[in-house]
């Protein structure tokens, strides 16, 4: 089992930058890869970008790419979602998820990932 906590959300203007992390706890010697997904308020899940558990692999959505910048440190079991140039259409609870996989193939839908954390809040005004 594998414990996914994320943190670093919260409320900012249009333009700013957050960083989220996602620190894993338990089982984690072995190899995961791990994706950050969204979810406004009466929206689906989205996925936003993934990472293989070497890192050599990396995936974004298209409404985040270039702005959105994913990353892992395997010594610290923790993920990072730097989120720059952030839009009011970027607000929703951002979740971390991690599936195990032993290649470097990134899953980009949600039921690929079998570990959840609970979620974090970013919030973007106008």
């Known amino acids: 089992q594998v414990q996914l906590v994320e943190s670093g959300g919260g409320l900012v203007q249009a333009g700013a930058s957050l960083r989220l992390s996602c620190a894993a706890s338990?089982?984690?010697?072995?190899?995961?890869?791990m994706g950050w997904f969204r979810q406004a308020p009466g929206k689906e899940r989205e996925f936003v970008a993934g990472?293989?558990?070497?890192?050599?692999?990396?995936e974004y959505a298209d409404s985040v790419k270039g702005r959105f910048t994913i990353s892992r440190d395997n010594a610290k079991n923790t993920v990072y979602l730097q989120m720059n140039s952030l839009k009011p259409e970027d607000t929703a609870v951002y979740y971390c998820?991690?599936?195990?996989?032993?290649?470097?193939?990134?899953?980009?839908?949600?039921?690929?990932?079998?570990?959840w954390g609970q979620g974090t809040q970013v919030t973007v005004s106008a």
């Open positions: 998820a991690g599936q195990r996989l032993y290649t470097n193939y990134v899953p980009l839908k949600r039921d690929q990932y079998g570990y």
């Open positions: 338990g089982r984690t010697s072995n190899a995961y890869s």
């Open positions: 990472i293989s558990w070497s890192g050599s692999n990396i």
